[in-house]
């Protein structure tokens, strides 16, 4: 089904910030704009992603399966929690995991899909300087990039991978929200901050600080984001995750007339889970509801 917009603006670019287990809830926000607002994600001129945020931004310029993201991340989460030292068991191997799922899970031409569009966030072992990487010439160069991208020193291991024969680690230590601040940008992200699509707990003139390049505020839920970002809990509790990017994300589009509100209520299942079409209904109507009142 066809969603009327308002945009008649430049197309605006996107940016993930670093999210580890809480990319579900990028990926629901994600899923979100594709249900309800799709040119939003096939205009992006450039895609932004750190950290695990970089998988859902490649998953954007990839045109990929969300559902098998998903999927990928759930089972790493579960995997993690097979043993009571979690992530930090020898026998749970972080990059391996992904570079088995990348290589299946990206398309064999990933190189020219992602030049100058796919934009990931890495950190220089040798001069702690953060960089952008966007210019790949294979698939194997795409896989290595997101590899580095994703691995946390200590928590991935202790030797970092390498992209052309450099040593580099997860960009989000520094650079956790990628263009942050950037007007031409729509920022998502798991943690309550200044951002585009993220939660909302109490009000952001509470403790809410720029620190890494990004918007955080110190509150209880957010502090608790953070442990479940590397500590991942039961699959339930994820799936959460993923339907609040899904909410959050409808209403950013609602708030910001991107969507008509007329029209946007899914009047099919095609392209809607139902667990997905209930979520639209309820906060659409919602909103009707305090337009009218």
Known sequence: MEHTTFSGRSPLSLSFSGSGFLALYQIGAVKALLDLAPEILKSAPQV????????????????????????????????????IFGPFFPTFNLPTILRKALLNFLPENAHQLATGRLHVALTRLSDGKTILVSDYTSKEEVVQVLICGCFVPLYCGFVPPTFRGVRYFDGALKNFQPLFGFKSMITISPFT?????????????????????????FSVQNMCRVVYALFPPPANVLKKFYFQGYKDAV???IANGKINLCLACPTSDKGFTKPEKRLCEMIIGKQRIELCA
Not at 193 to 211: A, K, M, N, V, Y
């Open 48 to 83: 932004y992603g750190a950290s695990a945020g970089s998988l859902v931004a490649a998953a954007v310029v990839f045109n990929v399966d969300l559902d098998e993201l998903q999927k990928i991340i759930l089972h790493a989460a579960n995997e993690a929690r097979k043993t």
């Open 193 to 217: 901050g200044e951002i585009d699509i993220c939660p909302r707990d109490c009000p952001l003139s509470h403790l809410c600080f720029q620190i890494c390049n990004t918007s955080f505020q």
């Open 251 to 253: 209403v950013y589009l």
